[in-house]
DNA sequence: ACGTACGGGACGGCCCGTTTGT
DNA sequence: ACAAACGGGCCGTCCCGTACGT
């Protein structure tokens, strides 16, 4: 069946994902508010008819790309949520955050600072939620509006500069990142180093 | 001067100060992509031809609108660059870079991240020297690539950050701003205590 | 019959009839013109496609709603036209027309409006031909053109009223709109007071 | 001066008053909801920029259309107003009704029809604010629901029909209207017969 | 009997930049 | 120094109709 069932199961649900696909590229390139659907559809060699019978609106689209981040990002932020000291938690939201922002970075970089994401994000109820939760492990190394601060700038801060250091490898910027993160949050490196990183 | 000359120079260079000082306004509210010429014209009351005159594109008129931030920032690097060790180059640009960013928390915070300022700040000559010079006396105080994410992650993040926490005033702001990037740095604090020469 | 086929003739011609409900219901919200298919399907939970399955074209869809209305006007002109006196015959097609258009009101009233539905009236051979003849029993109780104009301006004021007053219930605006149609075209009210017959 | 300012003043604002014009025949033809910006535009040979220079909303527009009118017809209310029994308010009120629609016919047909153009007198403020006076006048003639309901059909009635009988002189057609619209109201005609038209 | 996918086209709205006329 | 008018173009949204599958 999967054998000669190929065919028909690319045209099963499969240009959706196409469209998203060639939206990451495409708002990695000229951002969210730079991207019309025309230059999509164009892409795919659709017209925007095709694109709007997949998604109604422009903001659906987004949303569906930014999916599977949130999923990510939210699964961390669970498994952060039940550890037991606020030092732990923020450590292992830190390194999740940086992980997720590190392998997405084209994405991370030009959307975290689109002001159309953003609001869409902070309307939105489920991601906004996220983020909220998200801040608030970062934040809670460090009482009062001292740590919101702290985790405001280590969140956009890393969030921006992913895409700002394009020539470092994956691990390399995941490992810078962490340290500058800890360092401005005040949180101690586990005691396990992870190898002879700790230059 | 200032007896007769009073009501015509109001009107022979007040109209372009009234454009640059509504475009501030509208930049916070709406972002740079948001605002429209005509969004301009008629906060101000005249016609978009009148905008026109004085500032043939937008871009020119974002030029006006950054140019005073720029030229402190420069007068703060030049400033920096002119002390002797890193560390002391580093703190001084630090602070002074808090310091602007506070106090134009709204205008900042909004154009940072807007791709079409970063763009253009970036292809722009004298704009983005400043930048690099800035960013490269916050990373000198680490050696290596570690310095440059490092000198990344505090810029940027400030930037954002001071659009996001809207309930402090800005001395608080300043303080938790300066302490969180100082660790994320790696600065000691300055022997003398916090003073006038903070600011 | 009921027992077994129950099921399976709900299914056979039922979605049509259901198609037909939910058209009746959005066109008396949005209007004819204001009606997409997708709405309709929307509404019905179910595709475009289905739609289109049953009715190849808006306008097919509109024909079976006006349909029983439409039958039901006919057989009051047939009725009305088997009488012996013009007055007789005006009498009669005018407490039709005034029962049917407040029985379906907010349909009436809406549809009655709509250009395009008047456009696919007056076009449409049968459908125009039972306007037609409505229009001439009520004309006729006067020569010549003031008859004509009488029964344009009670036919379309009646058309129109029933979707204004929407706070009076049905046998109220009956009795209401006979009264004012009588006066308008000169019909004097018949000897046996209001009874059964007179809907 | 007037001798060759001519063609200046034509550009002065003509262009505004030539769209309207346009619109009206436009309107007159395909109804309002029928019309788009593009005809319109094409029709005066510019582009549909141009009319959003002059209006920025296609319902802008159509206020400028129905600007005259509006303010004959409350013109005409006021007038109606100051005198003193309600059979004489009712008679101005009514014969000025009916010259307004008369005479601008073909416009008044089709725009009294249609859903938006009814959407948008009812909401605006002033429009709205004149028909309900005007049918107030009418309806003051009987006391309670039946006069309400009078004057709805009278004045939907002669909306409607002016645009159904396309063969009588404005003359005749405000004579014939006059008439059946007194006998709805049960208004006796003035004193002073117009002429043998008492037919 | 109905779903999936898509084409082709229109719409209202709004943009930026330019010309022309004071 | 400013206003009026306009061109040319793009945007997102939504439409109706039609293949082609099951």
Same mark, same amino acid.
């Given at each position: ?16 994902? /196409? ?36 998604? &109604? ?29 606020? &030092? ?33 994000? /902070? ?21 009062? /509006? ?36 800890? /360092? ?16």
């Amino acid at each position: 069946v999967a054998i000669q069932a190929a065919p028909k199961a690319s045209s099963a649900g499969d240009t959706r994902q /196409r469209l998203i696909g060639i939206a990451v590229r495409l708002f990695t390139r000229h951002s969210f508010a730079g991207t019309s659907l025309q230059m999509i559809a164009d892409e795919l060699g659709v017209t925007k008819a095709a694109v709007y019978h997949h998604f &109604h609106t422009r903001e659906e689209l987004l949303l569906a790309v930014l999916e599977p981040l949130f999923l990510e990002l939210e699964a961390g932020v669970v498994r952060a949520e039940a550890l037991r000291t606020p &030092h732990a938690r923020a450590e292992h939201a830190l390194t999740g955050f940086v992980a997720l922002a590190v392998r997405n970075r084209s994405l991370v970089s030009v959307l975290a600072g689109d002001p159309g994401v953003i609001e869409m994000v /902070r309307t939105h109820p489920r991601l906004g939620a996220v983020i909220d939760r998200q801040v608030r492990l970062l934040a809670d190394v460090h009482p009062g /509006r001292a740590g919101e601060v702290g985790a405001a700038v280590v969140m956009s801060g890393t969030a921006c500069a992913v895409g700002q250091v394009l020539d470092l490898d994956d691990e390399e910027l995941h490992r810078y990142l962490v340290e500058v993160a800890r /360092r401005a949050l005040g949180l101690r490196p586990p005691r396990r180093p992870v190898g002879t990183s700790d230059r």
